[in-house]
């Protein structure tokens, strides 16, 4: 019973261990406050209406008392389903092996604002961004740093596959903090943001 009971209690130190670890975790947004929730469904049948209805929800939920900002974002943080997408510099123009893979998130103006997350150079994106054919960018700190080593990545350009299944150029206009999307252990894969 002795032995058990010691068992037992080492198990439980190191438990409780792992998770002061985890509550200490930079999970590169602020949490606080937040208010999530998933549409489901078809919410317009062609663009137009998908972005009257963003709209609209955008600002009755905006007018309710207390709401700070709202924005979106498909996938969450920390929601799982996040799908990588492959990008590169100008030596993987001619080489398909060249390209590595990033975690895709697309997100609506005021994003990063709304999740506390920290930019750390250029600027995010606004409502007059929001063009399929602007192909603008923001990386977080890992990609930028993997891209660009020793520079600053805003402005620079690098080829991606999102919208389309041939490769394209997008021009990077901000970083952004590294946010942990898939696990409070592991930090996981850089991240590329595309706005909606």
């Not at 929730?37 to 209406?49: H, S």
């Not at 590169?88 to 709304?114: H, M, N, R, T, W």
């Not at 409502?127 to 054919?133: A, I, K, L, R, Y």
């Amino acid at each position: 019973e002795v032995a058990l009971a010691f068992v037992l209690l080492i198990g439980s130190g190191l438990m409780f261990r792992t998770f002061l670890a985890i509550q200490r975790v930079n999970l590169g947004f602020d949490p606080r406050g937040l208010l999530t929730f998933q549409l489901l469904g078809n919410i317009g049948n062609t663009p137009q209406e998908a972005a009257n209805f963003k709209r609209q929800l955008r600002e009755q939920l905006g007018a309710i008392p207390g709401v700070k900002s709202v924005t979106a974002s498909n996938p969450l943080p920390l929601g799982g389903g996040f799908s990588p997408v492959r990008w590169g510099g100008a030596e993987a123009q001619g080489d398909p092996s060249k390209f590595q893979a990033a975690d895709l998130q697309i997100v609506l103006p005021g994003y990063f604002e709304a999740m506390g997350t920290k930019l750390l150079a250029g600027r995010t994106f606004t409502q007059e961004d929001s063009t399929p054919d602007r192909n603008l960018l923001i990386v977080d700190q890992a990609l930028a740093a993997k891209a660009f080593p020793n520079e600053s990545a805003v402005g620079k350009r690098i080829l991606f596959r999102v919208r389309t299944p041939e490769a394209q150029w997008g021009e990077i206009i901000g970083v952004v903090a590294h946010q942990r999307n898939s696990s409070l252990i592991e930090p996981g894969r850089e991240q590329l943001y595309v706005t909606d």
